[in-house]
Every structure is written in C-alpha cells, then in structure tokens.
C-alpha cells in the first residue's frame, strides 16, 4: 500500500482532507456568487476554481481502497449540486428566475437545514468517514448560517409605511394582504386595525429582500430602505470629492432627482453614481481609496475592474471566513460606480463606459458613451436632502438615456405588477 491509498483508507485523516476540501469549495461558490448579484457574467478563471474544487471534493469523497465507489460518487455530486442550487437562490434572483429558484430563494435561510433528514439516512445506510465528514460539514455550515440570521433579526426597527406604500400593497393584494405576503415570503409587513408598518432593516441586520419585492412584486422601495440608500449616497459622493474624482448621479437616481423633485423613485433598487477615470485618478487610486475607506467606515466595497463597475454596499464587511456569505442574502442596498473615461466616437469627444445604461448609444470602439458636453463640467442637483453632482445638462442627458423620462415606465419590473403599480398611481 502506498502513501496515498494508506492515507485515503485512514478514516480520521480521510475525513479531515474531505471536510477541508468541502470549506474551500463552498467559500470560493459563495465568492462566486458576487457576479450573478451584480448582474455580471462570471470570469472563467474564478468558474474553473470553483468547478475543480467541487470535482476534487466529489473525487476525493468517492475514492476507496480498491478505486472509486460509485454509491459515494453519486451521493457526493447529487447533495453538492443540489446544495449549489439552494445556496445560489439569492444571487441568482436578482435577475428574472423561474419560481423554483423564487421558492428557495425565500427560504434561503433554512433551506440548507432540508438535507438533514436525506444525509442521515445515507449515513445510516452507505457509512464511509470521509463521505459523513463532507455532510456533517455542510449541514454544520448551514445551521451556522440559520443561527447568524435569525441572531441578527433582533435588531430589527420598526418604520411606518407611506400612503403611496399602503396604497401599493392593497393595489397588488387585492384585498387579501395576509394571503399576498403569505404567498410572496413577505414576513416585513405588520398590519394593524388602523394602519400599516414595516419590521425594517439596520445597519445590523440583513437588508430586506427588496429587490425581489420591486422587481417581482412592483411594491415600494422599502422605507428602512430608501433611508440607508440616502445614506449612503451621500457617503459615496462624499468620498469620491476628498478623493478629488469627478462624478455625478446617474440614470435611475439621477431621473428621480430632476423628476422627482430631489427624491428616490418609489421603486428605486440601487443608487447610480458615475465616475470619470483620468491621469490623475486611475482605476487603482480610486478603488484602493474606495475600498481602504469602506473598512473604516463599515461599508462594504467590490470591484471589477473588467467590467468597470465599483459596487458600494450599506452592510458592514465580514472578517474572513465570513466575508463572502453576504451573497447569500436576498436583498442588497448599495451604489453601482460606473466607470468613464473620455474616448473619441467617429471623430466626437465622448465620455465612454463598457456597460449599457438605458437606450444610451454604443459607439464605435464597442462601447457607450455620451457626448462630453452632457457632462461636464458637472454641476449640483437636490438629492434626498442634501446637493450631490449631476450631468451639466441633466434633461438632455435623461433624454440620451430615456427619451421621454418625464413619462412614468416599469422597465425593470415584472409586466403584471408593472400594470398594479400603473393602476395604484392612478388611484392616488
């Protein structure tokens, strides 16, 4: 017997390498998961880490004495892909996902938990140290992960719902509001005789499921919501001027400022800031600034840089081995950064990004941009209480992005509750 099959047939230190590898694949998954949640493609080098951690782990579970077992190989694959599923549900909900994905995706907290009985069973009935190791860590991750959630719903704060709120949610519950937060995992909403009220978000708590809510359901922005992403706004924009970059309010935000008279859209997901690179300002200088801050202040920062997006976020920074299980979480309140730098488009001074925004047109160098004159030199708008910089002209570039903005559309917005929150509006 050679080193490597007396070190695979030894059961401790067979169940230690199998628990070990079960961790490093399922801490490099959730950092995975940043992509998906930001609407992003996943790099192929980081896809490929993560697949070859699952496989070894797979691999390392099925192998006995004699070679690989087949019961243990479809055991292993079949509990770490359906674990994959479950865990993924947030992140891969931010976007339009099918209802199985919506169901686990409301119940991320314990879903994990459901395997207990079916790993027990297998435990019971195909024993192998190394095959017992890998669920006990995994189930022992998830009643973790239940503990910590359920820990932090203490600091739960109640806020009073608006009457553009309650005027949405009885326009999509159609008079049954218990069987509607029922049917949609809506456990925020606190309905008494004479008015509505919301069990809201802080800073240290998981942020409320939101972007579901919006997106999916076309209910308000939640309140504890819209004031953490006021917060945080004027935080971002804050440090981009001690760090001397030029920004301004972008799409989304910057509509409900000049619409809106100075405020969120009632449905706003996310704060749009823009921000242009230049000699000055790199990439590096302003996402080393960014993200040196984020730790000192408590606030979350992600960068990628392929894709020329910073994303800020309300909730603290985890210590590692922590860090990355924030993308378990369904909601998220954060700033996109979107980055510019100033390119020439068919013989026109443009200020170009590598993403889409709106209807705002590409330009030869497969980019998008907007003419420099839009922009800059940036000038100040109202915004949730406080000035923060916008476009020079901020009507004409709302029109490069919308065309009419000064008509109300859902574009993001699934179209049944898009035609609720029409109907809502009207009653108003």
Not at 6 to 17: H, R
Not at 34 to 52: A, D, M
Request: with cysteine; aromatic share 10%; net charge neutral.
């Amino acid at each position: 017997m050679n080193n490597f099959e007396a070190l695979a047939s030894n059961p401790v230190l067979g169940g230690l390498i199998a628990a070990t590898l079960y961790v490093a694949t399922y801490l490099s998954f959730i950092r995975l998961l940043r992509f998906p949640r930001n609407w992003i493609q996943p790099s192929q080098k980081e896809v490929l880490t993560t697949g070859l951690l699952g496989i070894t782990t797979i691999a390392w579970v099925s192998l006995s004495s004699i070679g690989p077992d087949l019961n243990y190989l479809l055991i292993a694959t079949s509990f770490i892909v359906i674990m994959a599923f479950i865990i993924a549900a947030p992140a891969l909900c931010f976007q339009p996902a099918n209802k199985a994905l919506e169901f686990l995706a409301r119940h991320s907290e314990h879903a994990g938990l459901w395997l207990i009985g079916p790993a027990l069973v297998v435990c019971l009935i195909i024993p192998g140290s190394k095959l017992q190791s890998m669920l006990l860590t995994a189930i022992t991750i998830e009643l973790l992960w239940l503990l910590r959630q359920y820990w932090e719903k203490r600091n739960k704060v109640i806020y009073p719902l608006t009457s553009s709120d309650c005027s949405v949610f009885k326009i999509h519950a159609r008079g049954d509001l218990k069987e509607f937060c029922q049917n949609n995992g809506i456990k925020e909403l606190i309905v008494s005789e004479s008015d509505f009220s919301w069990r809201g978000c802080s800073k240290n708590t998981a942020p409320c499921p939101f972007n579901l809510y919006v997106n999916k359901l076309g209910l308000n922005t939640a309140p504890c919501c819209r004031e953490h992403m006021r917060d945080i706004s004027h935080y971002v924009s804050k440090c981009l001027l001690e760090i001397g970059a030029i920004h301004w309010l972008e799409g989304g935000s910057l509509l409900g400022a000049v619409r809106e008279d100075g405020k969120l859209l009632e449905w706003e997901d996310d704060i749009d800031i823009s921000v242009l690179l230049d000699e000055d300002i790199t990439w590096d200088i302003l996402s080393d600034q960014l993200v040196e801050q984020g730790k000192k202040d408590g606030y979350f920062v992600d960068t990628f840089e392929e894709k020329g997006l910073i994303s800020v976020s309300f909730d603290a920074p985890k210590p590692w081995p922590f860090k990355w299980e924030r993308n378990r979480l369904r909601g998220e309140i954060r700033v996109d950064i979107a980055i510019y730098r100033r390119a020439t488009n068919r013989g026109v001074v443009v200020l170009e990004r590598q993403s889409p925004k709106g209807v705002m047109p590409a330009t030869e160098n497969g980019a998008y941009g907007v003419p420099l004159e839009l922009v800059l030199p940036t000038s100040k708008i109202i915004f949730e209480g406080g000035n923060i910089a916008c476009p020079h002209d901020s009507d004409a570039y709302l029109r490069l992005l919308y065309g009419n903005f000064q008509q109300i559309e859902y574009t993001y917005i699934n179209p049944a509750a898009a035609r609720n929150r029409l109907l809502a509006t009207t009653v108003k």
